[in-house]
C-alpha cells in the first residue's frame, strides 16, 4: 500500500451483517468498589503487560454543564475485567496508582476525553496510554476506528453497544448486570484488539 492509498473503515451496516463478537460474561467481571477489593484487583493486574482500559462518566444534559466524572474505570486481560467505582476514596486512589504506573500499556479507544478526566478527578498523569486508533491511522484507516469497526476489521464479527447502558447513570451506588456487561466488554474488546495489534507495555 503507498503512502496515498488508504484503507476503508467498515460502516454501520457491513458491521451489522457480521456475526457477533463472543463477550465476556459476569463470571470473568468483577465490581471493584473498596480499597480491599482494588488492591486485590491491582495484584492480579500487575502479572499483565497490557492492559485494556475505558472509563464511563454520568451522562450531562445541560449546555455547560461540567462533568464530574469519571465514576468508573474499566481494566481488562485476557480473561477477565475489572469494573471500578470510585466513589470510595480508597478504592479511587488505588486506581490512581494504577493508571499512573508506567510498566503497563493502557489500551483503548477515543482516551482524549477519558485522560482529561481522569487528570481532573484523580490528580495523576495517566501513563503507558495507548490509543488504538492512532494505530490504525498508521495502517491507512482515515476515519475513526471505534471500538465496533476495530473488532469488525480484525475478527470479522460485530461488537455489540447498547446506548440504553451507555447512557445510564454510571454514579449510581449499585450498577446494573447490564451495565456491568457494558463496561467490561469495551475494555476486554480494547484488550483483544491491542492484543491482535502486537501492542507492548513500553
Not at 170 to 199: C, I, K, M, P
Amino acid at each position: 500500500m503507498t503512502a496515498r492509498e488508504t484503507r476503508p473503515t467498515p460502516d454501520k451496516d457491513a458491521i451489522d451483517a457480521l456475526p457477533p463478537f463472543p463477550p465476556l460474561d459476569l463470571a470473568r467481571i468483577a465490581l471493584v468498589r473498596s480499597a480491599d477489593g482494588a488492591r486485590e484487583a491491582a495484584a492480579a493486574l500487575a502479572a499483565h503487560p497490557v492492559w485494556g482500559f475505558d472509563t464511563e462518566s454520568k451522562p450531562t444534559f445541560f449546555k455547560d454543564q461540567v462533568s464530574d466524572g469519571p465514576h468508573v474505570v474499566q481494566l481488562a486481560v485476557a480473561e477477565r475485567a475489572w469494573v471500578f467505582q470510585l466513589a470510595d476514596p480508597g478504592c479511587r486512589a488505588a486506581v490512581a496508582a494504577l493508571l499512573a504506573h508506567p510498566a503497563h500499556a493502557k489500551a483503548g479507544f477515543g482516551l482524549r476525553d477519558d485522560n482529561l478526566r481522569v487528570r481532573a478527578k484523580l490528580g495523576i498523569e495517566p501513563a503507558g496510554v495507548i490509543e488504538l486508533n492512532s494505530l490504525f491511522r498508521a495502517q491507512g484507516y482515515r476515519k475513526d476506528m471505534g471500538v465496533r469497526a476495530a473488532v469488525a476489521v480484525l475478527f470479522g464479527q460485530r461488537f455489540a453497544k447498547s446506548k440504553k447502558a451507555a447512557t445510564s447513570n454510571w454514579a449510581a451506588a449499585s450498577l446494573s448486570e447490564a451495565q456491568l456487561l457494558y463496561a467490561a466488554n469495551d475494555a476486554w474488546a480494547a484488550f483483544r484488539v491491542a492484543q491482535a495489534l502486537g501492542v507492548e507495555a513500553g
